[in-house]
């Protein structure tokens, strides 16, 4: 059984920063690509960023590219979303996943353990 914890949530005011850790149990951790997702409120839960085993290769929903990186650090069975400039649209709760490996991440079906995500809070 795969247990992913999220942390790192908080109240922020627009254009700071927030960085956001998914702590994975489990050996094989570093077998799998994983991503995050978010959901605000009244809307459905969507994409935000995905990183493969390695970390060699990323990619972002268009509204976070430039703003959000996405990296890992298999030693630490961890991997983090560090998210600037942040904006009052960014509010929502922020959910870690693992990716099965049968696509390109970008759909929820893709993922088998989820976190039970941590609440991000932008004001303006």
């Known amino acids: 059984q795969v247990q992913l914890v999220e942390s790192g949530g908080g109240l922020v005011q627009a254009g700071g920063s927030l960085r956001l850790s998914c702590a994975a149990s489990?050996?094989?951790?570093?077998?799998?690509?994983m991503g995050w997702f978010r959901q605000a409120p009244g809307k459905e839960r969507e994409f935000v960023a995905h990183?493969?085993?390695?970390?060699?290769?990323?990619y972002y929903a268009d509204s976070v590219k430039g703003r959000f990186t996405i990296s890992r650090d298999n030693a630490k069975n961890t991997v983090y979303l560090q998210m600037n400039s942040l904006k009052p649209d960014d509010t929502a709760v922020y959910y870690c996943?693992?990716?099965?490996?049968?696509?390109?991440?970008?759909?929820?079906?893709?993922?088998?353990?989820w976190g039970q995500g941590t609440q991000v809070t932008v004001s303006s």
């Open positions: 996943a693992r990716d099965r490996g049968y696509g390109l991440g970008l759909r929820q079906n893709e993922y088998d353990y």
């Open positions: 489990g050996r094989t951790f570093s077998s799998y690509a």
């Open positions: 990183i493969s085993w390695s970390g060699g290769r990323t």
